[in-house]
RNA sequence: GGAUGUUUAGCUCAGCUGGGAGAGCAUCGCCUUUACACGGCGGGGGUCGGGAGUUCAAACCUCUCAACAUCCACCA
């Protein structure tokens, strides 16, 4: 016996353990089901639950649950990441709270700190997708740093190594001064910024005459090699060949040109820094030149910047600055709007840094996935063109890290000789030594759809689940993530990762902005799902995940959420209360026309609900099912029902019965992915309930007829009490006014009558009779003309010119098209004939409020 | 600079293959009808951003203008 109100806190989080332990979770393996894959985007074991989590996870979940009713055997692994650069800095501070000398330790001792901090993290995790009722495969639970992900990690170095596409080389990087890393283009945040131009002299080799260079970064200039102007810059041009005195050291570097520089922007010449400048190197390249660098890893200045040396980059810039006005070498110090680069984690500035890294060479791998670009559909399809415009212009990855926590890269250098070898195995440390590095984080998240099935020793699993059958995500990672497991996968495995990947878009606050730590306007899931429900807001998600469109935050549409399931609740409770007894296997072999209109409908909804389910439309199927129940199963159905089941016939009161049941098992198995608990609390009260909903499936119960005939007298029941109903709000009576009525058709059911009596509360119903007096008003819908009379005084005429207007306007409508020879010969017969039927229709039924009218004149 | 979107009721947003403009909230009126007042019934409210085109037919397809948003690359 279920409760009265519905409450969060009676269904929220009471089967999971249940159910896992039982195992539905797991996939069976099973050879006549089709198999249904994807992997959970491993949450990093830094972090916190938050709002994003729980729509992506529940996406998936919802997916997953009613993949598993559909008769698909479901694999979703989990798994998490270790996120180096992330959690090293955690795992570092918290060593550093604890009063450590980061300065000194070890490699082997912060290794095992962060072991330990993943062990705790883990728990943490685990118990967070609990909270989200998260049915996820747990047998098949991964680490991004597991030994066997390890040596998928090192055989595919390996393999990119001897292919060519991993290199080693001096670039200029990203680097993070802070955490003394280089990192990947996309992880710096470029933003606008107040600066500061600053405008030095130049003086040529005999100080007969200066040029003035602009910079931002002054401090760079004790790795200046040389200027650079325009070839056709007029006042430039006079200088060919001279040489100039760097003021910050007074070496001597030489003039050179190059139509890279634009004239118009600051002086027209710039100087030439290539350790500290990507357009600066490329330039150093081009014409040979030195490549000092004047900075230590830290952001410090080195021996180049002499008496500044060992000094920050920020005050060693300062310092040099009020030295060079003190000897008249600065012209001016200009406030300007500055885009800088910040480092994701660190915050620090990205210093642009000369360094050894190593690479992944984009192009052919880019080149590969646009190749086999239809082998998989992005959902919403716009994100496939994004994907192709990055894959076009990806540049080489920087995957060497300065970091500990992460996968060493497994490269060896003879102790003398300095030779390079590439091992999936560790060489004698006596004569080799293995490169300090670590990869990329992402480098093994990309690997994760095949090394997670056991790739490649695992054949039997890669052959079964693999490609997935689809990848859910943010867009906020398709280029770290979702692009690179795609060039992976179809390197290794020559296949996709995945057939499918559905886009969602990212969590906002209430008034549209981006949830983020610095706002402080995140919302803690905990607090909403503490308050309103997991379910609740899980409904409220995946009705409004529209694919690729951002959320909104609203505690509104939870409320809302939260309605809906008291509504279906109570629903549950009211059929619950009067089926104890019924059995559904004894199936009727007739029904009513209700009944079987609304089996109809219901049939019709269910089919719509899978279609939208499979196309990944779930928004729309979720939306459905909430106007189902609302509009047609309670307010419509469930209302009617009552009259059925007060009628002698006990027939038909059994079979209403049965239908309710069967209605509310239905629902309960299409509500069931969106609002598992919910579903499996209401659920275990059917009479003749499996073990759990989890044992239920989608198959057909019954094979229903389509009766179109009782579909449109039910209609046309509906129609007459919502014109009755409509008629009285409008004339200011109230709704239980009681009148008597004529209903003109006579071969109408019992129940039809019976119906139209409660929910207009007709004192009494005569069919056909001459009545003497003057109705109060008359509807007309087909062949049924239906008269109020009784006392008062209501405008009968007025009513019945606002239906004649109605129709007048419809008939013009009809036929404007009709009248229209290009609408007759080129649409479709099938809409030609529907807008002719109905234009029949109408006419008739203006011919009878005409004639009804005609009792006034 | 390159790319991709968005613009529909007061607000937040749906709208599938082109075929009579929808929901929730808000608002107004009525109703304690025994599942539910976390409820029921009824109403008002829209030039689908502007313009042009294609089509028998456009919120939907094409072009164009405008505003806004996001991503990528960015000048010393």
Request: charged letters at 25%.
């Amino acid at each position: 016996m279920l409760p009265k109100r519905y409450d969060h806190l009676l269904t929220g989080g009471k089967y999971y353990q249940k159910w896992r332990e039982a195992g539905f979770f797991e996939p069976t393996f099973d050879v006549k089901k089709k198999p249904y894959s994807l992997v959970l985007p491993p949450p990093n074991i830094t972090g916190k639950l938050h709002l994003g989590h729980a729509l992506d996870t529940t996406v998936q979940d919802a997916i997953v649950r009613y993949k598993r009713l559909a008769g698909y055997d479901v694999l979703w692994v989990p798994g998490m990441d270790h996120a180096g650069i992330a959690t090293q800095a955690k795992v570092m501070q918290k060593l550093k709270d604890e009063g450590q000398d980061i300065s000194k330790i070890t490699r082997e001792a912060f290794l095992k700190a962060a072991w330990s901090w993943k062990d705790v993290y883990a728990e943490e995790i685990k118990k967070q997708w609990e909270f989200l009722n998260a049915s996820l495969s747990h047998r098949f639970l991964r680490f991004t740093l597991d030994s066997e992900l390890n040596q998928v990690v090192n055989q595919v170095f390996k393999e990119y190594y001897e292919a060519g596409l991993i290199y080693q080389g001096e670039r200029i990087i990203n680097w993070d001064p802070a955490l003394k890393t280089a990192i990947s283009n996309m992880e710096v945040i470029r933003k606008d910024v107040e600066a500061k131009f600053y405008y030095l002299k130049y003086y040529l080799e005999d100080r007969s005459a200066f040029v003035v260079i602009a910079t931002t970064r002054p401090e760079t200039c004790f790795a200046d090699v040389a200027l650079v102007a325009h070839p056709k810059d007029q006042r430039y041009l006079k200088y060919q060949g001279k040489n100039f005195v760097n003021p910050t050291n007074q070496e001597v570097i030489p003039l050179i040109f190059d139509d890279y520089v634009d004239p118009s922007f600051g002086t027209g010449m710039m100087k030439c820094t290539p350790a500290h400048d990507q357009n600066d190197y490329n330039l150093g390249i081009k014409y040979h030149l030195a490549m000092p660098n004047c900075m230590n890893k830290d952001g410090t200045i080195n021996a180049l910047g002499h008496k500044y040396q060992g000094l920050d980059r920020f005050i060693a810039r300062e310092q040099l600055i009020s030295d060079l006005i003190a000897l008249d070498l600065v012209v001016k110090v200009e406030n300007i709007k500055h885009n800088l680069g910040f480092s994701e984690r660190s915050g620090a500035v990205i210093e642009p840094y000369l360094s050894k890294q190593w690479f992944l060479k984009m192009r052919p791998l880019a080149e590969n996935a646009i190749k086999h670009r239809r082998d998989l559909k992005w959902i919403p399809a716009k994100y496939e063109k994004i994907f192709l415009n990055w894959m076009n212009n990806a540049e080489d990855w920087c995957i060497s890290r300065q970091l500990w926590w992460g996968h060493q890269i497994p490269v060896y250098y003879h102790r003398e000789t300095e030779a390079v070898v590439v091992s999936e195995t560790p060489l004698d440390p006596k004569f080799y030594y293995q490169d300090p590095d670590v990869l990329d984080t992402w480098f093994s998240s990309a690997l994760w759809p095949f090394s997670t099935l056991g790739w490649p020793k695992i054949p039997s699993h890669l052959a079964r689940y693999f490609p997935l059958d689809i990848q859910v995500s943010a867009y906020d990672i398709i280029f770290f993530w979702i692009s690179r497991m795609i060039f992976s996968s179809l390197y290794f495995t020559k296949e996709v990762p995945f057939r499918n990947v559905f886009i969602h878009g990212i969590f906002r606050d209430a008034s549209g902005r981006k949830m983020n730590k610095s706002l402080g306007n995140g919302i803690d899931p905990v607090v909403v799902i503490n308050t309103y429900g997991l379910d609740a807001l899980r409904l409220f998600l995946l009705s409004s995940v529209s694919p690729g469109i951002d959320f909104r935050y609203s505690d509104d549409k939870l409320k809302e959420a939260n309605n809906f399931l008291n509504k279906f609740w109570n629903v549950a409770r009211y059929i619950l209360d009067l089926t104890s007894a019924v059995n559904l296997s004894l199936i009727p072999t007739t029904f009513s026309f209700i009944n079987q209109a609304f089996l109809s409908k219901l049939s019709d909804f269910e089919k719509k609900y899978f279609k939208n389910f499979d196309k990944y439309q779930i928004h729309l199927s979720s939306k459905y099912l909430i106007s189902f129940v609302y509009e047609v199963f309670s307010s419509e159905y469930l209302e009617f029902s009552k009259v059925l089941l007060l009628s002698k016939d006990e027939k038909l009161g059994a079979e209403t019965k049965w239908v309710l049941l069967y209605a509310l098992k239905t629902i309960l198995r299409l509500i069931y992915p969106l609002t598992p608990d919910v579903a499996e609390t209401i659920y275990v009260e059917i009479p003749g309930h499996l073990n759990s909903i989890m044992e239920e499936s989608y198959q057909p119960f019954i094979a229903l007829k389509r009766t179109s005939k009782s579909i449109k007298k039910y209609e046309l029941l509906n129609h007459f009490i919502s014109e009755i109903r409509s008629f009285k709000a409008t004339s200011n009576l109230p709704p239980n006014a009681a009148f008597k009525m004529r209903v003109s058709e006579t071969k109408l059911e019992p129940e039809f009558l019976e119906v139209l009596k409660r929910f207009t509360f007709a004192k009494e119903v005569i069919l056909e009779e001459d009545i003497k007096e003057q109705p109060l008003v008359t509807f007309v819908k087909g062949e049924v003309e239906i008269s109020l009379f009784g006392d008062g005084n209501f405008a009968l005429k007025a009513e019945l010119l606002k239906q004649l207007t109605i129709l007048e306007q419809e008939i013009k409508r009809g036929e404007g098209m009709l009248n229209n020879a290009n609408f007759l010969a080129k649409a479709p017969l099938e809409k030609v004939n529907l807008e002719k039927n109905k234009l029949i229709k109408y006419q008739e039924e203006l011919t009878k409020v005409r004639n009804i009218l005609k009792q006034f004149d």
